[in-house]
Structures are given as C-alpha cells and as structure tokens.
C-alpha cells in the first residue's frame, strides 16, 4: 500500500470516529466519562488536522474552493432558523 493511501485510509477513519464521539458525547450522562470523551475528540480532531496538512503538502489532498462570505452567511441563516 503507498503512503498516499495510507494517509487517505487513515484520514478517513478519524473523520468515521469523529462522528462517533459526537453521537456519544451528546448522550453520556455521566460528566467523567463525557469530559474523558471530549479530550479524546479534541485530540483526535488536532491529529486529523495534522495528518491532513501534511497530506495536503504533498499533495495527497486537494481542499475544497474557499467559500464566498455569502456563501457562508447563507449557510448560518440557515442554522439559525
């Protein structure tokens, strides 16, 4: 397997597990377990930034077209309904 899709692999399934925690995170009653839960996230989230700006710098990931600020004000409104 080469290094590029290994990295793809990877990035992947830190995106999978992300998810995860979220659904987690937001039914753990007890106040422990969900702080221990959301470190683990936010460690998880820095290492798949990380991974994805090497990725990036060689060349193994193209992002996606910065958005217009009215794209992204059209995106809050809606959130905010």
């Known amino acids: ?3 590029k899709d290994m ?3 990877i990035l992947s399934m830190v995106n ?3 998810t995860d925690y979220a659904g987690i995170i937001a039914q753990c009653s007890d ?3 969900r702080q221990t839960i959301q470190q683990i996230r ?3 989230e820095q290492f798949q930034y ?3 700006k090497i990725a990036e710098q060689k060349g193994y990931y193209k ?3 910065q958005a217009t600020a009215e794209e992204i004000q059209q995106v809050s409104s809606l959130f905010r309904q």
Request: aromatic fraction near 4%.
């Open 1 to 3: 397997m080469q290094e």
């Open 7 to 9: 990295v793809n692999d």
């Open 16 to 18: 999978s597990s992300l």
């Open 31 to 33: 106040q422990n377990l």
């Open 42 to 44: 936010n460690s998880d």
């Open 50 to 52: 990380d991974l994805y």
């Open 63 to 65: 992002a996606a077209q």
